[in-house]
Nanobody, 115 residues
Framework: QVQLVESGGGLVQPGGSLRLSCVASENIFNFNIMGWYRQAPGKQLELVATINVGGITNYADSVKGRFTISRDGAEKTVWLQMNSLSPEDTAVYYC?????????WGQGTQVTVSS
């Protein structure tokens, strides 16, 4: 059973930075795509950033230029570096990993941006 364990969330002031980590229980190159999604209170789940097995990245327009997704195969980890955070980034952030016909999710980590 695939497990994805997120960490790194917390409370940060506007303009601050956080780095989220997602550690997978198996080789991350077994997945076609890995990424981060978020869900703010009262809103739908939305894509934040993804990275495919070839290393191609994709970002939501709202985070382009501020967030960076990266990975390390040896550490079986995908990171989301978040800079210039604003209150609109407040949400539960979920790690996602996809194989053909299979979709895996972490438990989520809360990110709160507030002064």
């Amino acid at each position: 059973q695939v497990q994805l364990v997120e960490s790194g969330g917390g409370l940060v002031q506007p303009g601050g930075s956080l780095r989220l980590s997602c550690v997978a229980s198996e080789n991350i190159f077994n997945f076609n795509i890995m990424g981060w999604y978020r869900q703010a209170p009262g809103k739908q789940l939305e894509l934040v950033a993804t990275i495919n097995v070839g290393g191609i990245t994709n970002y939501a327009d709202s985070v382009k230029g501020r967030f960076t997704i990266s990975r390390d195969g040896a550490e079986k980890t995908v990171w989301l570096q978040m800079n210039s955070l604003s209150p609109e980034d407040t949400a539960v952030y979920y790690c996602n990993a996809q194989k053909p016909r299979r979709n895996y999710w972490g438990q989520g980590t809360q990110v709160t941006v507030s002064s």
